[in-house]
């Protein structure tokens, strides 16, 4: 899972981002350039146009959906989405409620820590620490192109 998320775990609100961090964004295109990405529905709407280089895979539960871009595919459900990778390397981005349900399938989540609370509608899920482990951060400070400081976190699934 990839994601970005402030202190109270606020991801977004109105289908929109809460802040806008440029060396983010490179983290997240350096990270899931060349891989297939896992979203939901209204996360895939938020953009503009598809991600380039990345084969986009989104969960709906409306079985009408479809999307006229190549790199897209439709499904609906997690399992579904789940079914199209083979011991490839994916990225769940998004939203909340596919963070919700992609956490137990996750070995790896790379989360950017905003640092300051805010008003949302959706939420990354809790991490619980009794299943994952920190093993980097890396601090970013509020500087003239970022509105917050901000810290990478690397976490990986603790062996059972």
């Not at 998320?5 to 295109?29: I, M, V, Y």
């Not at 989405?81 to 596919?98: D, Q, T």
């Not at 349900?101 to 805010?118: C, D, F, P, W």
Request: with cysteine.
């Amino acid at each position: 899972m990839i994601a970005a998320a402030a202190e109270n775990n606020a991801l977004g609100k109105d289908n929109d981002l809460l802040w806008h961090l440029p060396d983010d964004f490179k983290r997240f295109k350096k990270l899931t350039t060349g891989h297939k990405i896992i979203m939901g529905r209204k996360t895939f709407e938020s953009f503009p146009k598809p991600l380039p280089n990345r084969t986009h895979i989104v969960i709906t539960r409306n079985k009408e959906y479809t999307i006229a871009f190549d790199d897209c595919l439709v499904v609906h459900s997690l399992d579904e989405a789940l079914e199209l990778i083979k011991n490839e390397n994916v990225f769940i981005i998004g939203g909340g409620e596919i963070y919700a349900q992609g956490e137990k399938y996750s070995n790896k989540i790379e989360l950017t820590r905003v640092h300051a609370t805010l008003e949302a509608d959706t939420f990354f899920p809790e991490i619980d620490e009794n299943k994952w482990e920190l093993i980097k951060d890396e601090f970013h400070p509020k500087d003239e192109k970022h509105q917050y400081s901000f810290t990478y976190l690397t976490y990986v699934r603790k062996n059972k």
